[in-house]
């Protein structure tokens, strides 16, 4: 998994100085956004945090609303390396199974067990699960990047495996609401993570124990689409 470096800058890491101080604010804004919400933030702390001059946020994106923008962007390209190869299998994998209960479970047992290892593993979601929290509890006025761009593509493909696992339609209401339930079984490994860490004495994952939750969740998961019994 992706460790603490939020953004590589190139392939080959020889970057312009301009694509340099582009990306230490890209991801001193990650940080601070993630931590305290854009209202919270100024303008000279992202710059102090960037250790960059305060005249750059307005040069290289226009202001503080921008560089928020550009934040929630980058956030979307830094995670397409984990959702879309996922969400492509899960959509091969819909076509492939039919009506095959057997093969939708193992199905859903996998994706759900990928899922969670982009949240159980490593720090790469460590500034990215509280921004996308930010978002869902309150809103700003560029959900939509966040929205459009990775939550509603996800919801869907979701939707259609529990279609499949259910014989639902996939834009069934119910069929999104039980997505949606299911979902928050994963985000909340990310979402609130310090919660379990401090019920259970931890200060991360402890990596003996990932395998644990993905078989707890993966089980609620299958029961929750009349599947369990069928992941042999």
Same mark, same amino acid.
């Given at each position: 998994?992706?460790?603490?470096?939020?953004?590589?800058?190139? &392939?080959?890491?020889?970057?312009?100085?301009?694509?340099?101080?582009?990306?230490?604010?890209? %991801?001193?804004?990650?940080?601070?956004?993630?931590?305290?919400?854009?209202?919270?933030?100024?303008?000279?702390?992202?710059?102090?945090?960037?250790?960059?001059?305060?005249?750059?946020?307005?040069?290289?994106?226009?202001?503080?609303?921008?560089?928020?923008?550009?934040?929630?962007?980058?956030?979307?390209?830094?995670?397409?390396?984990?959702?879309?190869?996922?969400?492509?299998?899960?959509?091969?994998?819909?076509? %492939? &199974?039919?009506?095959?209960?057997?093969?939708?479970?193992?199905?859903?047992?996998?994706?759900?067990?990928?899922?969670?290892?982009?949240?159980?593993?490593?720090?790469?979601?460590?500034?990215?699960?509280?921004?996308?929290?930010?978002?869902?509890?309150?809103?700003?006025?560029?959900?939509?990047?966040?929205?459009?761009?990775?939550?509603?593509?996800?919801?869907?493909?979701?939707?259609?495996?529990?279609?499949?696992?259910?014989?639902?339609?996939?834009? %069934?209401?119910?069929?999104?609401?039980?997505?949606?339930?299911?979902?928050?079984?994963?985000?909340?490994?990310?979402?609130?993570?310090?919660?379990?860490?401090?019920?259970?004495?931890?200060?991360?994952?402890?990596? %003996?124990?990932?395998?644990?939750?993905?078989?707890?969740?993966?089980?609620?998961?299958?029961?929750?689409?009349?599947?369990?019994?069928?992941?042999?």
């Amino acid at each position: 998994m992706t460790d603490m470096k939020l953004s590589p800058m190139t &392939a080959n890491g020889t970057g312009s100085r301009g694509d340099e101080t582009r990306q230490l604010m890209l %991801d001193a804004g990650l940080r601070l956004f993630s931590e305290r919400g854009y209202e919270s933030v100024s303008t000279r702390e992202l710059a102090r945090e960037a250790k960059v001059n305060i005249a750059a946020i307005a040069y290289h994106f226009g202001g503080k609303r921008e560089l928020y923008r550009a934040v929630l962007r980058q956030l979307i390209i830094d995670t397409d390396p984990y959702f879309i190869p996922a969400q492509e299998k899960l959509a091969k994998g819909i076509r %492939d &199974a039919g009506s095959d209960k057997a093969k939708l479970a193992a199905l859903t047992s996998n994706f759900f067990t990928r899922l969670l290892s982009i949240f159980l593993e490593g720090e790469f979601m460590r500034f990215r699960a509280p921004m996308v929290m930010r978002e869902y509890a309150n809103p700003s006025p560029d959900f939509s990047i966040l929205y459009d761009g990775r939550i509603e593509p996800l919801h869907k493909m979701v939707s259609q495996l529990v279609g499949a696992a259910l014989d639902r339609p996939a834009e %069934d209401k119910d069929t999104i609401i039980r997505a949606h339930a299911v979902l928050g079984e994963i985000f909340v490994f990310g979402i609130a993570r310090v919660a379990l860490w401090k019920r259970l004495d931890w200060t991360e994952y402890p990596q %003996d124990q990932i395998a644990a939750i993905s078989r707890i969740v993966s089980d609620s998961v299958l029961s929750s689409l009349n599947l369990a019994g069928e992941n042999r």
